[in-house]
T-cell receptor, first 116, second 116 residues
């Protein structure tokens, strides 16, 4: 069975400072991992994904994440926060389900607040 | 091009009523997923279609929940005899992937269901 733990339910940073959103996963197999962002009243948007290629994954809007198998972690980072980054972020693991589909298992989310 | 659309965006139902939620996936997307997102939580998998075939319904919480995709395009999630615990945002996602592929799932804006 697969699961995801997002270690912080809320993170607050000042504009222009680094962002770190932490995620640990559990998976029986080699996982595929994703970060999605959810802005209010908008659909979930994929930020980046890891699928067993390079362990450092670059995504949209300057975000990146590093897959560390030894630590079972997939933390999301950004060097400099922008006001528009304020949103809910979900760490997601994916594996084959009973119907051979890659269903997604979401973490509980981290609300990022960016202070001016 | 158009993304995934869902209707209605908001639905208020009295306890015991039946509701039907519609999802229009991206044209040509083979796979379609339904998720339930309770307040303050991450989305949880409900069911998966590959074209018109419902290959996985392991996430449906009770036999009051029923989903269909008769022509392999538009899908409807029906909830019979709604209960207060059914109050949530229902998300639809579509993907190009056939079973097992690691492709991005594109999410709709969701339908917020409130059961009074």
């Amino acid at each position: 069975a697969q699961s995801v733990t997002q270690l912080d339910s809320h993170v607050s940073v000042s504009e222009g400072t680094p962002v770190l959103l932490r995620c640990n996963y559990s998976s029986s197999y080699s996982p595929s991992l994703f970060w999605y962002v959810q802005h209010p009243n908008k659909g979930l948007q994929l930020l980046l994904k890891y699928t067993s290629a390079a362990t450092l994954v670059k995504g949209i809007n300057g975000f990146e994440a590093e897959f560390k198998k030894s630590e079972t972690s997939f933390h999301l980072t950004k060097p400099s926060a922008h006001m528009s980054d304020a949103a809910e972020y979900f760490c997601v693991v994916s594996e084959i389900s009973s119907g051979s589909a890659r269903q997604l298992t979401f973490g509980s989310g981290t609300q990022l607040t960016v202070l001016p | 091009g158009a993304g995934v659309s869902q209707s209605p965006r908001y639905k208020v139902a009295k306890r015991g009523q039946d509701v039907a939620l519609r999802c229009d996936p991206i044209s040509g997307h083979v796979s379609l997923f339904w998720y339930q997102q309770a307040l303050g939580q991450g989305p949880e998998f409900l069911t998966y279609f590959q074209n018109e075939a419902q290959l996985d319904k392991s996430g449906l919480p009770s036999d009051r929940f029923f989903a269909e995709r008769p022509e392999g395009s538009v899908s409807t999630l029906k909830i019979q005899r709604t209960q207060q615990e059914d109050s949530a945002v229902y998300l639809c996602a579509s993907s190009l992937a056939l079973a097992g592929g690691v492709y991005e799932q594109f999410f709709g804006p969701g339908t917020r269901l409130t059961v009074l």
